[in-house]
């Protein structure tokens, strides 16, 4: 059973910058893609960014190119989502979830198995 934990949410100004975390307890965390995705109140569920088990392959939706990063340590078992130009429209709980091989693309939340619980980032305007 894996488990993911994300931290680092917070409350910051537009403009501003947070870095998310997601720790998984397996001992196969390089063995899965991994992605962050984010749900703002009233909104569905929406992709923001994935990696591959090694981290050669990045993806990333078109709203965050150029301000979001995703990377990964698997010494540490840990993803991370460096967040740059905040915007009040980034408030959202952020998700990160572990990617399964399967047909289903990066983008699709039919790709991943393990979520996490959440954290929650809002920036004000």
């Known amino acids: 059973q894996e488990q993911l934990v994300e931290s680092g949410g917070g409350l910051v100004q537009a403009g501003g910058s947070l870095r998310l975390s997601c720790a998984a307890s397996?001992?196969?965390?390089?063995?899965?893609?991994m992605g962050w995705f984010r749900q703002a109140p009233g909104k569905e569920r929406e992709f923001v960014a994935a990696?591959?088990?090694?981290?050669?392959?990045?993806y990333y939706a078109d709203f965050v190119k150029g301000r979001f990063t995703i990377s990964r340590d698997n010494a540490k078992n840990t993803v991370y989502l460096q967040m740059n130009s905040l915007k009040p429209e980034d408030t959202a709980v952020y998700y990160c979830?572990?990617?399964?091989?399967?047909?289903?693309?990066?983008?699709?939340?039919?790709?991943?198995?393990?979520w996490g619980q959440g954290t929650q980032v809002t920036v004000s305007s």
């Open positions: 990696i591959s088990e090694y981290g050669a392959s990045t």
């Open positions: 979830a572990r990617g399964r091989q399967n047909y289903y693309s990066h983008y699709d939340a039919r790709r991943y198995d393990y």
């Open positions: 397996g001992r196969t965390f390089s063995m899965y893609s």
